[in-house]
RNA sequence: GGAAGUUUAGCUCAGCCGGGAGAGCACUUGCCUUACAAGCAAGGGGUCAUAGGUUCGAACCCUAUAACUUCCACCA
């Protein structure tokens, strides 16, 4: 047999096992009539992407439930995959064609496209091999991609039932731009900071008159494009120019005041520049008030050639431009410092341009509605279930989705236009218009949202549209696992889509965790640099230990630091079980008998009890999905229960010389690691599968064995609770002998008046070896013990240790009178600082108040030095 | 403006249905006890944010307050 290597290494195994597994195709879920089916859908990583701690927790948290339910007898599915991330991955690739001094224009679409999906092919897979490290047991055969066929078919498929049911439209709206990505966003891929700028206050004259209206604005650029100022109805100050005419600075143009009730007349100066096509808020008034759209910008963040003299320049060399010349035409009345919410580019942080552009949009309305039912009648669970409430918080003020990107890397929208006016939407490539019978059809230049690709992954994975048997049999999915920032990108996406498409809930629960924070609590981020690689962890400690610490002591739905401290805290335990192994291992030299073979000593009883218990805690606590309470139950166990008390106490019958005392104790520590091992499989897979290897008989892989069950016949809860009385007693002796300085290793004689002499005797090797014992001997009372003792009452009676035993009376009197003399001259000392009352009035307060903490300490240490003294010279 | 969360040992955090206040790290003391010093044993350390309330009983339920965090909305 071979041999187990004295310390845990992980690098000798955990690429072999995963080899292993591979090889013998352990992740693969196939469509079993005879089981039931447990799906899981990796929330796809985008193929630009890089594995991170949120991601390491996400598929640890993944791979920990689809183990156990593997292990229970589910047909187990966990799906993998990777996003094509169009925004994510075109600024990528624009970025490296801008090294190589070239564009994607210059090279036109199509070979844009051919680069593209090299880059993918080339490195694009990058995320999948750090998967596989981490231990993600996915079923790789079904690996999937959001841009491949079957994806891309479930997308056109679902953009034309849409389209056909009027739920897609194209129409011009405000949306968000972002000049540099130079694309549409939606609501969502916005992100909001309070940024500081400047307010300033602008008088526009009234034509035929000398007064003039001052307004304030943060974006003086957009005033190129006012086609009115409004004011409140009610704002007396205003009402007599309510209907009339201003002069645009600048421009010249002549606009109307309008009153409307969205004007805060205690804001600002309560009149507010109107600038439609660059508002949202403007947009609405100018609908209301049917006011000219007036678009100044170009697609780039540059003014456009409606700008005049401005055109051309950048934005904020425009707005320097604009108010410099505002101020030479002295209509610049201030300018006041205002910090005010600005939004950023969700992936590139440039300030977005809200302006009116023509775009395809999601109505959204009537798909909310049945994915708020959903999750009111509990058809799909938060776990934690407030997220539920921010679920509905989100779906209750959606607006409608922008889904059109002005990208190439994406899924092209099937829509063609043709020169008669005809708009074609269309599963297949059309050839011919229907209507007028040209073949001169251009498709739509846009691609659509990444997120609504990843809004069908639950199921377009499956094979969705088809009803294929894999479909049909993993879909609904069981359990969606990802963070709560994720929830209004995808997870409400998700529902309303599989709702709308398949007429049933995407996934019966949502695992909802939260971020992975530093050290210091704040999020990691590549700006800050403090973000802590996961592989270069595993590389260190292991990809147990990074998994074991990513899910203890971390509640659901809570955020959680990392700590490499944790990290190395999990390691210790995984290296104790490996020891506890090698321990019950070295000791097997015959055949280890069957639990029903052996006959059960108290002890035995005692710890098979406790896996019982902890088998039926874990168990609950997983299907709960609580993973951290789950894992510190196990930890406890296997530790404390197992390895500090069991182990010990199996050792008298291990080394005593019986061996049909020894042959039974083997069973029972056989019995407890291999169930222990089990039930840890799920969160440290490697090494339990690595000492399931050496364990005794012919076994198969630990990954694909059978979940512990709870036996109510071993549950042994009355023998456990009398045997923990030894366990007492033990602790009782050992506390005893700390108490007055008794070096471990020296032996005492014990006397005990009990009623349970019976468990006593049959524990007594046990007691003796653990407590530090030479004998025990039952004693009616205290008097038969002889001389002075000292005693303690415990559950299972009364001891009495005789003080020669726990000390050399004579040598210890000496000591303590030394030690004696030495503390009540420290306290001599400090007293002699503390009752100068200069040192107390003129010292540092922190030196006299640690000067008076170690007088009380010294005063404290006095006290139990006479007290010793004193029990030893009575 | 709306919503959610957090507040428990020196630090980081668990704590299920209302009944014993816990873990890891740190700290103190003693141990290389033939699985393990990545270890063993024994300890110290808490006004469970504050104030009320419900209850036989509250870290947990209710009300209010405070501090911090996050999300959404937003006033040009």
Redesign the pocket.
């Known amino acids: 047999m071979k041999e187990m290597q ?4 992980p690098k000798d195994f955990e690429d072999r096992i995963y080899e292993k597994w591979t090889e013998e195709n352990c992740f693969r879920a196939e469509v079993d009539p005879s089981k039931i089916p447990f799906t899981v859908m990796m929330p796809p990583p985008n193929i630009t992407g890089k594995l991170h701690m949120g991601h390491a927790m996400d598929e640890t948290m993944q791979d920990i439930v689809i183990r156990f339910k593997r292990m229970q007898g589910y047909s187990a599915l966990w799906l993998p995959g990777t996003d094509h991330a169009s925004l994510a991955t075109e600024h990528k690739i624009v970025e490296k064609l801008r090294e190589e001094g070239t564009s994607k224009e210059s090279l036109g679409r199509e070979e844009f496209l051919r680069r593209a999906w090299a880059w993918k092919d080339r490195y694009g897979g990058a995320i999948v091999g750090q998967l596989k490290k981490l231990g993600c047991s996915c079923d790789w055969s079904r690996l999937a991609f959001t841009l491949d066929e079957r994806c891309s078919k479930a997308v056109r498929e679902a953009f034309c039932r849409l389209y056909e049911k009027g739920l897609i439209y194209r129409g011009s709206r405000i949306i968000n731009r972002c000049p540099d990505c130079q694309t549409a966003l939606s ?2 891929e ?3 900071t ?1 940024d500081a700028g400047f ?1 300033w206050h602008f008088a526009y004259p009234v034509e035929g008159s000398d007064e003039k209206i001052v ?5 003086p650029e957009t005033m190129l494009g006012d086609t009115a100022v409004a004011v409140n109805p009610s704002d007396e100050r205003y009402k007599k120019f309510v209907g009339k005419t201003l002069i645009l600075p600048l421009m010249g143009r002549k606009i109307p005041v309008v009153a409307d009730e ?12 109107i ?1 439609p096509a660059h ?4 947009f609405e008034v100018g609908l209301r008030h049917d006011l000219p759209m007036i678009n100044v910008m170009n697609d780039d963040g540059t003014m456009n050639d409606l700008c005049g003299e401005f055109a051309g320049l950048d934005r904020y060399e425009a707005r320097k431009r604009i108010v410099e010349k505002i101020k030479e035409s002295g209509l610049l009345v201030k300018v006041e410092p ?1 910090t ?2 600005v939004g950023h580019c969700h992936r590139c942080h440039a300030t977005v341009e809200p302006i009116v552009s023509k775009q395809w949009f999601v109505k959204m309305a009537p798909l909310a509605k049945p994915a708020i039912d959903a999750v009111v009648k509990n058809k799909t669970k938060f776990v934690p279930d ?2 539920a ?2 679920y509905f ?2 779906l209750e ?1 959606i607006r409608d989705w922008c889904i059109s990107r002005q990208l190439w890397w994406g899924h092209r929208i099937p829509v063609w236009y043709c020169k008669c006016g005809e708009t074609i939407c269309s599963r297949e490539d059309p050839v011919v218009c229907p209507v007028c019978g040209s073949h001169d059809l251009k498709q739509d230049d846009d691609c659509l949202d990444t997120w609504f690709s990843s809004a069908l992954w639950p199921f377009s994975t499956l094979g969705w549209p088809e009803k294929t048997p894999e479909f049909n049999y993993f879909y609904p999915t069981d359990v969606l696992v990802t963070g ?2 994720i929830i ?1 990108f995808w997870v409400m996406r998700m529902m309303f889509s599989g709702i709308e498409y398949t007429e049933k809930v995407p996934f019966h629960d949502v695992l909802i965790h939260g971020l992975v ?1 530093d050290e210091q ?1 704040r ?1 990691m981020s590549k700006s800050l640099g403090n973000g802590v690689d996961p592989l270069e962890v595993i590389e260190k400690y292991g990809a147990d230990s990074l998994r074991l610490s990513l899910v203890t ?9 990392f ?1 490499e ?2 990290v ?2 999990s ?6 079980i490996w ?2 192994s ?2 019950v291992l ?1 000791n097997v030299d015959c055949e280890v008998p069957s639990l029903a073979q052996i006959r059960l000593q108290p002890a035995d009883r005692w710890i098979i009890s406790r896996l019982m218990a902890t088998i039926r ?1 874990v168990t ?2 997983l299907q ?1 999905y ?1 993973l ?2 789950a894992a ?2 196990l ?2 166990f296997a ?2 229960d197992f ?3 069991y ?2 106490l199996s ?1 008298p019958a291990l ?1 005593g010389g019986d061996a049909e005392k020894k042959k039974s104790a083997l069973g029972v520590l056989v019995f407890v690691l291999e169930n222990t091992l089990k039930l840890l499989h799920p969160f440290i897979p490697f090494v339990t599968e690595e000492i399931w290897s050496f364990l005794p008989g012919e076994r198969g892989n630990i990954i694909s064995e059978d979940y512990p069950r709870y036996n109510t016949k071993l549950s042994y809860k009355k023998e456990a609770k009398t045997f923990e009385g030894i366990i007492d007693l ?2 009782t002796v ?2 005893m002998k ?2 007055v ?1 008794c ?3 020296r032996k005492v004689h014990l006397y005990l008046v009990t009623d349970q002499k019976r468990l006593v005797s049959v524990n007594k090797q046990s007691i003796l070896r653990l407590a530090g014992a030479s004998e025990i001997d039952f004693i009616e009372n205290g008097d038969a013990a002889g001389g002075k003792t000292l005693s303690h009452v415990c559950e299972v009676g009364h001891l009495f240790i005789p003080l020669g035993e726990l000390v050399d009376i004579e040598k210890e009197k000496a000591r303590l009178s030394k030690e004696l003399e030495r503390v009540v001259g420290e306290i001599a000392r400090a007293d002699g600082k503390l009752l100068n009352k200069n040192f107390v009035s003129k010292a540092p307060k922190k030196l006299v108040d640690d000067e008076r903490a170690k007088k009380d300490k010294y005063l404290d240490m006095k006290e139990k030095i006479e007290r010793q003294l004193h029990l030893l010279d009575d």
């Open positions: 004295t310390t845990y290494d609501d969502e916005v992100e909001h309070e307010f307004i304030a604005t943060t974006r969205y004007v805060d007349p205690a804001f600002g100066t309560g009149a507010v520049k600038t508002d949202p808020n403007d205002h005010h919410n407030r997220f409430k921010i918080n989100w003020n709560y920032d209004p924070r609590g999020k002591g971390v509640a659901p739905g809570n955020d959680t630091r700590t401290t944790k190395e805290a390691r210790n335990f995984i290296n104790k020891n506890a090698r321990f070295m805690e609950l606590s709960k609580d951290g309470i510190d139950k930890i406890d530790w404390s390895c500090d008390w182990i010990e050792k080394y033990i602790k050992r506390a700390v108490d300085n070096p471990p290793s």
